[in-house]
């Protein structure tokens, strides 16, 4: 369906899309142009399938576009982020992390069901990433010997993805998900809240450091997944981050994923 509508109202705008206020409740996620129409169809099937497995989250009402832009109606979400509400609630942080990863850790008791693969993801990833072809080669080998699962996992779990809201907390963005091993998608939460987009001065980084120290030490207790698990993960989901990876302190986690790679037996980015 194809609507001109100058009465929608502006909520906010991400890489991907801009968010509209239609009324009656609902909110159009209005996606820029050089988004592929494969990410749009998962986002809105991905948020489908989760709701129906009892994640919370705004489930996709149907497909719109407007003005030749391609979007997804979704009701709306009263509330912030959490990356917001924390802003405005810095001591009560921990309490919010904790709740965040109670969340992530319920969503991966849900099946992956018809979503695509978590390791094909990251092999497509790692295969088509700046490393070099003998560590390429090396990672993607080691990467099928992984035990695998097909729970669901969201791929994209951060502070900005997750609404406070008065029906407590929500995820959001279902547009990298994915059906994976648990502990794949508990590492990329560490590695978003750690190195991902966002303020990099001293204290902000002491900050992220702690925080994503608080969500794997959180996530071990809430979860099956064990220390060990998220180490063998790590260093695979990390050199697929390397691919389109759009982020601060560059030096910090390239440090990250070089130790990764080295304890794992992989090889190493840097030339001995």
Partial sequence: MNERTASY????????????????GR??????????????????????????CGVPTAVAIGRQS???????????????????????????????????????????RAR????????????TDIAYGPAPDALQRA???????LPDDDVLTHGDFHLGNVMMTPQ?????????????????DAVRSEMLMQFGIGPTDRVTNLWRDWAAWRLRKCYRKTSAVSVRGMDQW???????????RDAG???????YLDKALRRSGIGSLRPR
């Avoid at 990672?139 to 010997?145: C, G, K, S």
């Avoid at 995820?171 to 502990?183: C, Q, R, Y």
Wanted: charged share 20%; proline share 4%.
């Fill in 112 to 123: 992956g069901g018809a979503l695509r693969s978590l390791k094909q993801v990251l092999a």
């Fill in 168 to 184: 407590g907390m929500m995820v959001i963005d279902w547009s990298k998900a994915a059906a994976g091993h648990p502990a794949a």
């Fill in 27 to 52: 909110a159009l996620k209005l996606f820029h142009d050089n988004v592929p129409d494969e990410m749009i169809v998962r986002e809105a099937d991905a948020s489908v399938h989760a709701g129906a």
């Fill in 139 to 145: 990672a993607i080998t080691y990467l099928e010997a």
């Fill in 234 to 244: 790590r260093p695979v989901v990390a050199l697929a981050w390397l691919r389109a």
């Fill in 9 to 24: 109202s502006f909520i906010a705008k991400g890489a991907s899309a801009e968010l509209l206020d239609m009324g009656g």
């Fill in 66 to 108: 407007r003005d030749g832009r391609r979007g997804i109606v979704y009701p709306r979400l009263e509330g912030a982020t959490l990356m917001d509400w924390i802003r405005r609630n810095p001591m009560r942080a921990g309490w919010a992390l904790d709740q965040m990863v109670e969340l992530h850790a319920t969503m991966h």
């Fill in 249 to 255: 302190r560059t030096p910090a986690f390239l440090h």
